[in-house]
């Protein structure tokens, strides 16, 4: 059984950043692609940033340019940069996991973005 454990949520202020992690219990590299989805209160949840196993990287069009997600395999470990943050960006992140068509979840981490 796959566990994604997220960490490094909190509050900022506009304009300011944070580093999400997201601590895998396989080797990152199992996977077809691994990335951050987010969901704010009456939304759905959206996709934010992914990186598959050969390190292409995709971005939502709201966060491109301010966020970057990145990766360290002998740490099991991806990561979300976020700069430059907006109080749109405010919601609960989650990290996913895929292999093939089986998907595994993170509890989510809260970021909020106000002053």
């Known amino acids: 059984q796959v566990q994604l454990v997220e960490s490094g949520g909190g509050v900022v202020q506009p304009g300011g950043s944070l580093r999400l992690s997201c601590s895998s219990s396989?080797?990152?590299?199992?996977?077809?692609?691994m990335g951050w989805y987010r969901q704010a209160p009456g939304k759905e949840r959206e996709m934010v940033a992914l990186?598959?196993?050969?390190?292409?990287?995709k971005y939502a069009d709201s966060v491109n340019g301010r966020f970057m997600i990145s990766r360290d395999g002998p740490k099991k470990t991806v990561y979300l940069q976020m700069d430059h943050l907006k109080p749109e960006d405010t919601a609960v992140y989650y990290c996913?996991?895929?292999?093939?068509?089986?998907?595994?979840w993170g509890q989510g981490t809260q970021v909020t973005v106000s002053s």
């Open positions: 396989e080797n990152i590299f199992f996977f077809n692609d």
């Open positions: 990186i598959n196993v050969g390190g292409v990287t």
């Open positions: 996913n996991a895929r292999v093939l068509s089986r998907t595994t």
